[in-house]
């Protein structure tokens, strides 16, 4: 084993969740945006949406807070 292995092996899996999470749920890699500032507004919408179903879902008491099944029509 490496120096700081365990350590950089929660962080790489941490950042594999985000990425998961970001493509998955988020549709991130079809953003639809032509510009960069077009695909940044894009980015920002959804991840602020995240983080209000997020803090929702904390504040009621879901079982499952990362989850935007609910939100979805």
């Known amino acids: 084993a490496r120096y700081g292995?365990?350590?950089l092996k929660k962080v790489r899996?941490?950042?594999e969740s985000v990425n998961d999470t970001l493509k998955g749920q988020l549709d991130l890699e079809q953003h639809g945006g032509r510009t960069f500032t077009g695909v940044a507004v894009r980015v920002?919408?959804?991840?602020l949406a995240m983080a209000a179903a997020?803090?929702?879902?904390?504040?009621?008491?879901?079982?499952?807070t990362r989850s935007l099944i609910a939100y979805d029509h």
Do not use: S, Y
């Not at 920002?44 to 991840?47: D, M, Y």
């Not at 997020?54 to 499952?64: E, L, R, S």
């Open 5 to 7: 292995e365990p350590m």
């Open 13 to 15: 899996q941490l950042i």
């Open 54 to 64: 997020i803090w929702h879902n904390n504040k009621t008491g879901a079982p499952v």
């Open 44 to 47: 920002a919408q959804r991840l």
